[in-house]
């Protein structure tokens, strides 16, 4: 089953919600540093689900209604979110349009100061926790990328319905779900950063977002390492430990190279990001490249558990498991690939 609601509650008393969130509106007001420091620990320890849920409250949603909230948004949410009084989801992903943004569908029909919103979304993170949804939306459908629109949806409003818990491969307790608006009203006050200028908001919150999926996949990554040297320096073979081996050695050697890799670049990009220096190639570089290192190494982990590491007991099962979303959520390897190539030639 998924994780339970009274968690975000005792996160937030223990104080790991929104962590750089100012003190104005109940936040900590510290650096960055530690909010990735919060996703780096809980990924280490192989808590993947839980740590895609925090990362999407405390990294996603929070920043979005920060800087782009108008003053009554931000202390109408702010300070529920670092308490965990209140759980923030994103919906963006259609069934129609993942990585490919400007193909929703959902419509936010205008009818003088209050809009009327239909439409659907899926594979949504906190879907069955979340009490606020920064909502992307379709307010002139002939514009484009000119015509999308964020709004701020309050879950308890009249419309709104929660579809299932989607079964997935990996990330077991993390509640990912289908969610549906069939006529919910919102009022200009529910806009997010302006009328028309949702997707270009959206891709000026993209670089924290990849920042701190890429943070995650460096401590998801330490996590299947370390149970792996212990398994191995216990598991016997052929009268020896199984670090005994040149090969096993080797690929030690290899997985903690491809970690620390990843983490100096992570490091680097977390102090330009605090700077505000990084740019979206940066962010989508660390975003490919940790992701892609966090398969290698969980593939490599499970290879030396040898037959124990396929048994679902393992935690290591586990860590291979939620390893293969990170190369697709928060833009596919593939989408890394092409936004990287076009700041390197037009």
């Not at 509650?9 to 540093?33: H, I, K, N, T």
């Not at 009203?185 to 919150?205: H, P, R, S, Y």
Request: aromatic residues 8%.
């Amino acid at each position: 089953g998924i994780w339970p609601r009274a968690l975000w509650r005792r996160f937030g008393e223990q104080g790991f919600l929104c962590v750089d969130v100012p003190e104005a509106y109940g936040g900590y007001g510290v650096s960055f540093e530690l909010s990735c420091l919060v996703v780096d620990e809980v990924s280490k320890f192989g808590f993947g689900a839980l740590a895609s849920g925090l990362s999407v409250h405390s990294d996603i949603v929070a920043p979005y209604i920060l800087n782009l909230g108008s003053e009554a948004q931000k202390e109408k949410y702010l300070p529920g979110m670092v308490s965990g009084e209140i759980v923030g989801a994103i919906g963006m992903t259609e069934p129609s349009a993942g990585s490919d943004l400007q193909r929703i569908k959902t419509h936010a029909a205008r009818d003088g100061d209050q809009f009327k919103i239909n439409g659907q979304k899926t594979f949504i993170t906190n879907g069955q926790h979340c009490d606020l949804i920064v909502l992307a939306t379709k307010t002139d459908p002939n514009q484009g990328a000119k015509g999308m629109t964020l709004f701020t949806v309050d879950c308890a409003s009249t419309g709104f319905n929660r579809g299932r818990n989607l079964d997935k491969m990996g990330l077991h307790s993390g509640d990912t779900s289908e969610l549906f608006f069939d006529d919910l009203i919102v009022t200009t006050a529910d806009i997010l950063g302006g009328e028309g200028q949702g997707f270009v908001n959206m891709m000026k919150e993209l670089p924290r977002e990849r920042l701190i999926l890429g943070v995650g996949c460096v401590g998801a990554a330490q996590g299947a390492f370390d149970l792996t040297v212990a398994y191995i320096t216990e598991r016997q073979a052929f009268g020896q430990a199984v670090s005994g081996f040149q090969n096993s050695r080797y690929k030690l050697a290899e997985m903690k190279t491809d970690i620390e890799l990843c983490r100096a670049m992570a490091e680097k990009y977390t102090a330009q990001f605090i700077a505000g220096e990084l740019t979206s190639a940066e962010a989508s570089m660390l975003k490919l490249a940790a992701s892609e290192m966090q398969g290698r190494v969980a593939d490599q982990c499970v290879q030396l558990f040898g037959g124990y590491g396929y048994m679902t007991e393992y935690p290591i099962s586990r860590a291979y498991l939620d390893a293969r979303i990170q190369r697709i959520y928060g833009g596919t390897s593939e989408i890394m690939k092409e936004l990287i190539s076009r700041s390197i030639v037009s």
